[in-house]
């Protein structure tokens, strides 16, 4: 391995798995796929309201398409957050050293994740109960969406660096801040490949949302048609679509060659055929007869959804052979640490207690004496205040009172408010006390 | 040591947590689990006090369902967002610890995710659909059905966070067989739960009657309706709330209690001894009060008057969780994981070979005399910088500048001195894991310190330098000559 004096060798958390790691994988892959597909009508929702409201200046009813759709964005919104956390556990298991490291590394904009995603959905908040109110202030109302949309935008770029971080420990030590590990060349290629399927996956959401039966189209809008509805849908679902086949292979080039494996390609051109499937359906829908262009409907979603599933599938086989290699280090390096650990536990535990370094010249206080220097001299000289008075202040408060002194060491309270309070030294026993305080109250004056 | 240290140099790492934490928990509690069923009681109310002919008193209903707004709209965005924050936040700081939480309470968490999920489900369709509701009387049933769903939801989703929380206090039998359940059921956790819950709903009254007294308007027959229900209900929990602190303070291991005084921030020792027994009794006093008033004058309840009782509950919630938290020390989790996030079982290694040697990323793994204040700075950032910074908040000079005097120069070998010894009188700091020469290292970057006032910055600034001695070169070499040796 190339760059290997640089790369770390961390320890793992020295404990098991919770449950097998195939079923942890599979859980990871099921439920990111899950949380993402919500992400992606949230951010692609935002953008199409952003769009219809600005087209709607001119046309009310693209106004009133914004303003459906918009209503969608803050439901589903709630469901991509409540869906994230579950991927969020199984990566943090699964590649604990991983995740954390890329985290700490971009650290200050992965935390800033948190206040810009909650004033993204308050802005969508604001942004939808306020539509009636700000209609004579149309461009207030649409610049509120647009810093949605911004922030919308942004913030799945902070994911994709750490997620795309996190794959190379060889490049740790070359990453300062989140701008540096923004700039490895495959961050932005994932981005816009990420920011495609947003958009599909919302011209199939408009689809479904105004093909409902119930949905009473008629009465909401006054020029715009069910098909015409539809077809907004269909014709984003087909050139964001189409976008993918050409982003795609710029995600493939750019990506590292230590993730690739030849296993690698299958789920990915089972994914590129079964998505060139759909993308013929899409096209016929949107170039075919009025009453048929729902036809393919069912299969365009089902064969979307296949090739979700074989790309996500993809991504994780990239992401387990790139990690391999240094997986086997850190565990074959955990293990020898545990070891050595071990050892050292078992070593201290036979070596016999340090035996306190008395001086024999002391005499009969020469035990307290050394139990003075472990426990109390960093606080307390003999003739001068340290963090506590000095011991010829103890001397003549307690002269004739060596239980006093001992009690007090034992549980001390609060006399003086120019000194911090002394700290209780319960653990002493009664004999080192004995010894301790014979040996104070043995200093002159 | 395994992980890149991010650290806030002036905010101090812990605040990072404490502050989303202490958000996330006041918006869980004060607007969804105490906050939910209040609704619910509420817009049931409406319904049982309407007249024959209609299904619920729609100036009534838009008043609750105004009140259940402004939860929707806080809960959906600063309260989910913190709860999430606090894994972000904790992966940040602690990330040792919240990684083995995690392989321990995998499917703890696992479980409250999926209540979790049921919960934002529940908040979505009962919020979404209540005006719909109102068209039939048995849609509005199964309207206010759905309201005490969520609320039996929200305070599931509570009480399994309470079982990790209580571990992570006392981890019980956990040490023994590291399993989860001995995890869940460990000593603290009924009492805690039944503390909480009378807690959580006593702020979602308190939360309930300062939006009535906002949005309700003024005069209306429906202000002082609503404003005596919330007094009502803030009476009827108030009692259970002081008998449960009560049990919960009785329960918790007099080791903790013993560090409680040192926990409340940096307050002096005495003076704020019985801090959070006094803020108890204060606030809910307060509240008693103004509940009292609401039920017997509702018309003259003010805006103003809420607030008081209300930002002293809230305090005394806060309150609540920064002690709990920080009795935790010196572990972050209680007898396994010191604060420092060192395991308590690696420490004999740590005395014998050093703890440089054994961390990923130092910018010193040999100490000389030259890079001392170096190597002390990567020591003081590896055993340190969890909860001390070095200018801002809780920082080094200024707790060691307490003891020796404000402004006076430190001294390395007093502090040298002290350092080894400080676990022994000051119970609530780990031991310093590292051996003699890295104590004086750590020494002499301290009072480089206060020389200088060298901020200390994070790796999210810095960036990392991986040990040579973790290096996969060096690891690749250790496991050849493992195999060789084996072969000889």
Known sequence: MFLSIKTPVPNDIPLELPLPEWLLVVLLIVSFLAHIVFVNVMVGGSILTLWGQIKGLKNKDYDVFAHEVAKTITVNKSIAVVLGVAPLLCINTLYTVYFYSANALTGLMWILIIPLVTIAFLLTYLHKYTWERLDDNKWLHISIMGLSVAL?????????????????????????????????????PRYFHFLCSSLAVTGLFVVWYNKRKNYPVEEIYSSLTRYGLKRIGYNLALGASVAQFLIGPIVAVSLPAKGYSWGLFIPILCGVAVAVLAVRWLWKAVTGPKEDIDKNFGKIVLALTIT????????????????????????????????????????????????????????????????????????????????????????????????????????????????PQMPAFAQLSDDDLIELSKYILSIKK | MDFPMFHLDWLNDRFLIAVIAILHVIINHGLAVGFIPYITWLEY??????????????????????????????????????????????????????????RVFFWAWFTEWIVFVTEVVLILIYFLTWKNSNKSMKAKMRHIRFGWFLAIFSWITMALIVAILGFMMDPGSWHTTKSFFSGIFNPIYLPQLFFRTPTAMLIGGMFGLLLTSIIAKKGSEFRTTAIRYAGKWILFWTPFVLVAATIYWSVMPEAMKANMSTAVGTMEFELYYDVLKYVIISSVSLALIIAIWAVIKPKTVKVWMVIVPFVFVIGFLGIFERVR?????????????????????????????????????????????????????????????????????????????????????????????????????????????????????LSAYIKHVQQTNEPLEGVQVTGIKVNPKNSVTATVKMLEDKKSKKVN
């Open chain 1, 152 to 188: 919308f935008l942004f913030i799945p770029l902070i994911f994709l660096v750490n997620v795309n971080l996190m794959l190379f420990p060889e490049k740790w030590q070359s990453i300062q801040g989140f701008l540096s590990a923004l700039t490895l060349p495959n961050v932005l």
């Open chain 1, 308 to 419: 979700v599933v074989f790309m996500g599938s993809g991504r994780h086989m990239y992401r387990a052979t790139a990690l391999a290699p240094h997986q086997k280090l850190v565990a074959a390096k955990t293990k020898e640490f545990q070891r050595l650990s071990e050892e050292a536990r078992t070593n201290a535990a036979n070596a016999k207690p340090v035996e306190l370094i008395t001086d024999p010249s002391l005499g009969e206080v020469a035990k307290g004496a050394a139990i003075f220097k472990q426990n109390c001299t960093s606080c307390h000289k003999e003739r001068e205040k340290l963090v506590g008075p000095p011991m010829t202040e103890m001397v003549s408060i307690y002269e004739n009172d060596p239980e006093g002194l001992k009690k007090w060491i034992n549980a001390p309270g609060k006399k003086r408010a120019d000194f």
């Open chain 2, 45 to 102: 109310k409406g319904v049982k006090n309407a007249k024959s002919d209609e299904i619920t008193n729609i100036e009534w209903d838009t008043l609750i369902y105004k009140k259940m707004k402004v939860a929707f709209i806080i809960t959906t965005t600063i309260g989910a967002m913190t709860g999430v924050g606090i894994w972000f936040s904790a992966a940040l700081v602690s990330p040792s610890s919240i990684g083995s939480l995690i």
């Open chain 2, 325 to 441: 938290e920080f009795i935790r020390k010196p572990y972050v989790i209680g007898g396994y994981m010191y604060s420092n996030l060192l395991r308590e079982e690696d420490y004999p290694l740590y005395k014998q070979d050093g703890i440089l040697k054994y961390a990923t990323y130092t910018t010193v793994s040999e100490i000389t005399e030259e890079n001392k204040v170096e190597a002390g700075k990567n020591i003081f950032m590896l055993t340190c910088s969890r909860c001390h910074t070095t200018q801002g908040v809780n920082s080094i000079t200024y707790v060691f500048e307490r003891m020796y005097g404000v402004g006076q120069p430190l001294d390395t070998t007093s502090m040298s001195g002290y350092i080894p010894n400080m676990h022994v009188g000051r119970t609530y700091m780990p031991p310093f894991p590292g051996n003699a020469r890295e104590l004086n290292a």
